[in-house]
């Protein structure tokens, strides 16, 4: 499938007519129509029938369409997952997966739903992070529907009782492993939020360390998050640019064959031919976004 930026995914209530309206001008890359945390239970079947409605009839443009369902083990779970697949978003969220059998579970119950109609996964729970590759192996089985993984680190926060008030330090093995579980299977995986929304520096510094760390974007909380996230997962000019020489350089006939070159003074081998193919495409598809 062709690379989608996800530098930035918005959460929207899904019982919040209004905030789904206002979606649709939003410049996140993503949003994840919310049936689960942002949704009180006697709210949960409107909400339901109101985001479906809100996917089927469109509008949202380019941007990528998640709904979170409710857990399968939840009074709402299953049919959730049967209203979702029938609305057919970019993407159906799963909360709370413990194994690689919870995607396979999710994934079979999505059988009637378009084939682009990807599965997300959060990993927020101790037990996600023991079996992450478990979870992470699961792209390879129900139809390789798994897509992305999402971290949920409120809820692990809430779970093991970590406190992450001055640095993100004590989170560092659920991240690292979420990260390359993912990268082992060929999965995109987003930062968690960051809750203080009008904290815009201490939501910048968090971005940096996210986007160090390997994630390919973060979930928010708030619109005004939206373009810090949108620049600082962005790949800066000047890296799309010497990427683009790098390109260059190996397509030379002379370089024909060759393992490794020199590109302005540097070594640069094939696998940073593949990583610079990768932030151009990445380049790309958000100067497509806005265009």
């Known amino acids: 499938m062709p690379i989608r930026p ?11 007519a209004r905030a789904l309206e206002k ?3 939003l410049p996140a890359d993503a949003l994840i129509l919310d049936l689960e945390d942002a949704v009180a239970p006697e709210a949960k079947g409107a909400a339901r029938d109101q985001v479906c409605a809100a996917v089927a009839a469109g509008g949202y443009g380019r941007r990528e369409l998640v709904i979170r369902v409710n857990a399968l083990d939840t009074p709402w779970g299953k049919a959730d997952l ?8 970019d993407a159906i969220l799963l909360p ?9 579970r999710a994934a079979e119950a999505l059988a009637g739903a378009p084939e682009r109609t ?20 699961a792209a390879r089985l129900g139809g390789g529907r798994l897509a992305s993984f999402v971290m949920g680190t409120n809820d692990l926060v809430k779970e093991t009782r970590a406190d992450l008030s001055n640095s993100r330090r004590p ?8 990260i390359t579980a993912a990268r082992a299977y060929g999965l ?3 930062d968690g939020v960051y809750n203080n929304f009008r904290d815009a520096e201490g939501f910048r510094r968090e971005c940096l360390h996210g986007r160090a760390l390997g994630f390919d974007g973060k979930t928010l909380i708030h619109p005004d998050q939206v373009t810090i996230a949108n620049e600082v997962f962005a790949p800066p000019q000047a890296e799309v640019d010497f990427a683009r020489k790098i390109i260059a350089a190996f397509d030379q006939p002379e370089n024909t064959g060759k393992g490794v070159i020199t590109v302005e003074g540097r070594m640069v081998e094939l696998l940073h031919a593949e990583m610079a193919r990768r932030t151009v495409a990445i380049a790309e598809a958000i100067a497509e976004k806005a265009s």
Not at 6 to 16: A, H
Not at 96 to 103: E, F, L, T, W
Not at 120 to 130: D, K, V
């Open 188 to 190: 995109d995986v987003l």
């Open 171 to 178: 989170a560092l093995y659920w991240l690292s492993s979420t």
């Open 82 to 89: 049967a209203a979702a697949a029938a609305a057919a978003p």
């Open 96 to 104: 709370k997966p413990a194994s690689g059998a919870d995607i396979v």
């Open 23 to 25: 979606a649709k001008s």
């Open 118 to 137: 990807r599965l997300w996964a959060m990993i927020e729970t101790p037990l996600a992070i023991l079996n992450v590759h478990d979870i992470a192996a």
């Open 6 to 16: 996800r530098r930035s995914v918005l959460y929207m209530p899904g019982s919040n």
